[in-house]
């Protein structure tokens, strides 16, 4: 089991620019969350995918959005990027079974935005 | 609403002394809590979690942490600090283990000194 990946590992952009980065879940698992982690912080939750659609959302604005594919892999876009938004991107996958269920993280996308 | 507070940014502990790295929280529903710990250039690994069965919880490497509700602590601990233990340690509350969002403390950086 390869366990939650991500893809990039690293990512360099510049202002005003457009990302996509990319989130296959752990095997068994359906519900795809993502998080940004500024330097220094703890992970701060952007949303959270089931069924294919956005189900909950954090204090991010419109520019975030994401998208999930029938297969459960996520897509995390960013548009008009911001020196701010350099951060660790992390992908958590997790089931809705509520006996077993656990988050588990990737290693995360570096983004830098210059 | 929910949110965590991590005492001390950073904690400095020789070989062998003992661990305390301290969470309090806050929730207007039974939580469930959780400490994560995240090496160098990696996505966050799960310590422990709290989900009310047992308010002493038993995770691993050692760590255990025990949940106070009158004094809305969760405070992690480990009897014996080890070099490999440095890291950086999140506390985080979620109102279930896996389908909802999980809201992250600022973190706590161990020093471990030989």
Redo the contacts between chains.
Sequence with gaps: DAG?TQSPTHLIKTRGQQVTLRCSPKSGHD?V?W?QQAL??????IF?Y?EEEER?R?NFPDRFSGHQFPNYSSELNVNALLLGDSALY?C?S?????VR????????TRLTVL | AQS?TQLGSHVSVSEGALVLLRCNYSSSVPPYLFW?VQYP??????LL?YTSAATLVKGINGFEAEFKKSETSFHLTKPSAHMSDAAEY?C?VSR????????????TRLFVKA
Excluded: C
């Design positions: 939650v519900t969350s998080y220094g912080q703890g992970p701060q939750f959270q089931y909950q954090g992390l958590a997790s089931t809705r079974d509520r269920n656990e988050q588990f993280f990737g290693p995360g | 965590v994560y250039n990696q996505g966050l690994q799960l979690k999140f985080a279930n283990t896996g389908g909802f969002k999980t809201i992250f403390g600022a973190g």
